[in-house]
């Protein structure tokens, strides 16, 4: 038989999977995001110009970092097979070039 803590372990665990499932599903409509394209838990969508069109995310695609569409334009593109990791920020900056 389980105790106390285990069942408050096992129904925080439900309720956080539970959140992150609806947070995901509000960001898809957010974006436009291939059928094969994965959102990880910790993705965090932040498209401040409303437009599904400026935050594409291709195929086969996995983010778990963040990604932020600033009011004043711009656009961010995933290409197909891309692996953002968990704590990077993919902002709409204008390029930077090193030489």
């Known amino acids: 038989m389980k105790n106390w803590s285990q069942?408050?372990?096992?129904?925080?665990?439900?309720?956080?999977a539970q959140m992150a499932?609806?947070?995901?599903?509000?960001?898809?409509?957010?974006?436009s995001m291939a059928p094969t394209a994965s959102l990880g838990p910790e993705a965090i969508i932040d498209n401040l110009q409303g437009d599904k069109e400026c935050i594409v995310i291709g195929e086969h695609s996995y983010v778990r970092g963040r990604l932020l569409t600033y009011g004043h334009g711009g656009q961010i593109t995933i290409g197909e097979w891309c692996y953002i990791g968990a704590r990077s920020e993919v902002p709409n900056r204008p390029p930077v070039?090193?030489?």
């Open 97 to 99: 070039w090193f030489r």
């Open 21 to 31: 499932q609806a947070r995901i599903a509000r960001y898809r409509e957010r974006i």
């Open 7 to 16: 069942l408050w372990m096992e129904g925080t665990l439900w309720l956080e």
